[in-house]
């Protein structure tokens, strides 16, 4: 049977040689040539009578190639697992590893010898006890306020008002070209509609104090903020661009609001306590504003609780100081093609080391803490993202299919596998830390939110840290291409 033996460098690195003698593999080859000779039907010999010889010749190699490197993949699968090694990324061929020609009128044992990156051995230090800054958000009485404003004007009603004109307001206008101080003789006139917190500051300024029924003069290609001669000819003065008229408009307009329309905020009774919060959820302002005030607060909790995670994460990257076989990685990112196209193993392995750090101790924890990620809470969580894409909605059943594809793709399933673990990891380190509570506002919360942002913008490019290897052993080695 094949056998590994094990030839430890130092404690995190060593080579595997691997040897699969001819007796071990030739019943295999055999029977599978075999069977491609009952099967083919080739020109000149009948069904199952063409000779061993052509079908070895057609078939032989790769056959022979697809055996050895099956094998390597199981027995090394097998090793690692019975060892219960970790792995640092996968096993790679020694640097000046034989070529094998496979010859297979000659057969002959195999003899392959592979790399192999070994993780840190540590126990995470440095969580138990420790106080960290938690920051608690003060929400303000005047914020819920304004929830609850906007709330009653998304569910109020549009309606004409008489008094003057508001920020939010819609005015339409019944307006006429001029020549002068009089209106142009067979000049143009439209009625249409602006509102008025689009207009530009100019604009304001005519409009502002004026009710229904006063009369403003404007100039027309000047009224809406960002809006070209192409948009007011079209939009403004209902203008036919496509015929074969291209008629002159002069910039000043009089015109008379027509109307002004305002939304009406939806008064505060049980009708709208139901449509906003759900049926029976709330039946008073004091239940309604209590219940919006913890909806607040759970949102910037969740701010800084990605505070408190990225605050617990670099103290313990910091207490346990790892070290890696940092020439094996660097071999290993251009043997898996976790490399940049534009970067290089030595300027890439600081980044690598550093993602493989929190990776380790991710993983030691959640040993500790028995924290399991089964297929549910994977797809729920994909679930969630497409819930979050479709502005909120969930439409059941028909979200289905969408989950079991990104489920099926590797680094969908990957992201979403990362995501539940950190979550409960996270919950299971907030229970055996110290909070020490500091008091900021809503808008000291949103100055740091918007630093730490800014911090990480753009992005940079880094290769894949998750080199552990999973549980579920690695992929099948590629010895040599046919």
């Known amino acids: 049977m094949p056998t590994i033996v094990r030839e430890n460098h130092d404690n995190q690195n060593a080579t ?38 052509v079908i070895r010749k057609m078939y032989g190699k790769g056959t022979l190639v697809d055996l050895i490197n099956k094998t390597v993949g199981e027995e090394l699968d097998k090793y690692i697992k019975a060892e219960n090694l970790d792995l640092l990324g996968h096993p790679i061929p020694t640097e000046g590893q034989p070529q094998y020609e496979f010859d297979v009128k000659n057969l002959e044992d195999f003899e392959f010898k592979f790399d192999i990156g ?19 958000t003060q929400i303000p009485d005047s914020m819920v306020e304004g929830d609850l404003e906007n709330a009653r004007k998304q569910l109020g009603e549009q309606g004409s008002v008489d008094d003057e004109i508001q920020e939010e307001d819609v005015i339409k206008i019944q307006a006429d070209e001029l020549d002068g101080d009089t209106i142009k003789e067979r000049g143009f006139a439209n009625e249409f509609s602006v509102a008025y917190n689009l207009m530009t500051e100019e604009a304001k300024e005519i409009f502002k104090g004026k009710k229904k029924g006063d009369l403003v003069e404007f100039d027309i290609f000047n009224l809406e903020e960002g809006k070209d001669e192409a948009f007011v000819r079209r939009y403004f003065l209902d203008i036919n661009e496509d015929s074969d008229e291209n008629p002159e408009v002069g910039n000043r307009f009089r015109a008379v609001i027509s109307d002004v329309t305002r939304v009406q905020p939806a008064e505060l009774n049980q009708e709208f306590f139901d449509k906003y919060m759900g049926e029976g959820k709330v039946s008073s302002k004091e239940e309604l504003m209590d219940t919006l005030k913890e909806r607040t607060k759970m949102y910037y909790d969740r701010q800084a609780d990605s505070f408190l995670f990225m605050d617990i994460k670099e103290h313990l990257e910091k207490e346990n100081s790892l070290t890696f076989p940092e020439e094996f990685l660097k071999r290993w990112m251009v043997a898996s093609g976790n490399l940049s196209e534009d970067k290089t193993a ?21 040993k500790r803490f028995d924290i399991t990620v089964n297929e549910a809470e994977i797809k729920q969580r994909l679930r969630m993202q497409l819930i979050q894409m479709f502005g909120g909605q969930d439409f059941g059943a028909m979200l289905d299919d969408y989950v079991d594809k990104m489920y099926g793709e590797e680094q969908q399933y990957h992201n979403a ?9 996270f919950n299971s380190m907030k229970e055996v830390v110290k909070l020490k509570n500091d008091d900021v506002t809503t808008e000291e919360l949103e100055k740091l939110i918007a630093e730490e942002n800014a911090k990480h913008q753009p992005p940079a490019p880094a290769p894949v840290a998750e080199a552990v290897e999973s549980e579920e052993g690695i992929e099948e080695a590629e010895i040599v291409e046919e």
């Open 417 to 425: 596998y990362t995501q539940v673990l950190s979550d409960k990891l």
């Open 118 to 136: 070994l993780a840190p051995d540590f126990e995470v230090k440095g969580l138990d006890g420790t106080e960290f800054k938690y920051y608690n």
């Open 346 to 366: 030595d300027e890439e392995i600081s980044n690598l080391t550093d993602g493989l750090t929190w990776t380790l101790i991710r993983g030691k924890l959640a």
């Open 16 to 53: 595997l040689t691997l040897s699969i003698p001819v007796a071990d593999y030739q019943p295999e080859f055999k029977a599978q040539l075999n069977k491609f000779k009952n099967q083919a039907h080739m020109k000149g010999f009948r069904k199952g009578k063409t000779p061993m010889s």
